[in-house]
């Protein structure tokens, strides 16, 4: 199953960023701008990690990350605290409250993803494994290794990136607007046809013979890692 991720975040264009990205690279994504509502989020459905703003609107982030230290049943949730206080005694601060990672504002997209991961290797390595399998295909991200069955399978980085990108989240639909941006970049400016470009290279590479197919087309809405492949 896909990470899950709580982002507590009250400037809006930052919580559609983050949450946006997050959607794009297989996590499970709930937001919130209101520290308050994080006991009862947490409560409903456990993340693996969160995201957690210092200054917001009621509660502060840090007394958001203190009162779920003192819970036996959260005090072990990974938090990761997004603050436009650089200061070191402000990180010293953030950390001493039980934060397990401290980001200053204006941050990077990719080195925070790094970060989340990272953490989740450590906490929840299920979540991040290194081996991705469905039926007979697996891929390691490691070693950039792809087999189906006994054979490998040579792709490019674009491809091997595409097919890892749906494997994470089998069943679930990706436009060709959300895999440009995943797979190519959203500083990159490529037609949403080079999608289907690639999917049918990424195709005939994985297919042989009769051999199911293992994406699904989703007419006028894009693409699918079938979630009946392990059948």
Known sequence: MSASILIVEDEDP??????????????????????????MLVSDERPDVILLDWMLPGISGIEVCRLLRTKPDTRDIPIIMLTARGEEAER????????????????????????????????NPETVAETLAAGDISLDRRTRRVTRGLRDIELSPTEFKLLEHLMQSPGRVYSRSQLL????????????????????????????????????????????FDERFNL
């Not at 559609?16 to 701008?33: I, K, P, Q």
């Not at 941006?181 to 013979?209: F, M, P, S």
């Open 14 to 39: 930052i919580q559609v960023l983050l949450g946006y990205n997050f959607e794009a690279e297989g996590f499970r994504v709930r937001c919130t701008a209101n520290g308050e509502d994080v006991p």
């Open 92 to 123: 010293v601060r953030g950390l001493a409250t039980g934060a397990d990672d401290y980001v200053v504002k204006p941050f990077s997209v990719p080195e925070l993803l790094a970060r989340v991961r990272t953490i989740l290797r450590r906490s």
């Open 181 to 224: 941006d995943a797979v190519w970049g959203r500083d990159v400016y490529i037609d949403e046809r080079t999608v289907d470009v690639h999917v049918g290279r990424l195709r005939k590479a994985i297919r042989r013979g009769r051999e199911p197919d293992p994406i699904r087309t989703v007419r006028g809405m894009g693409y699918a």
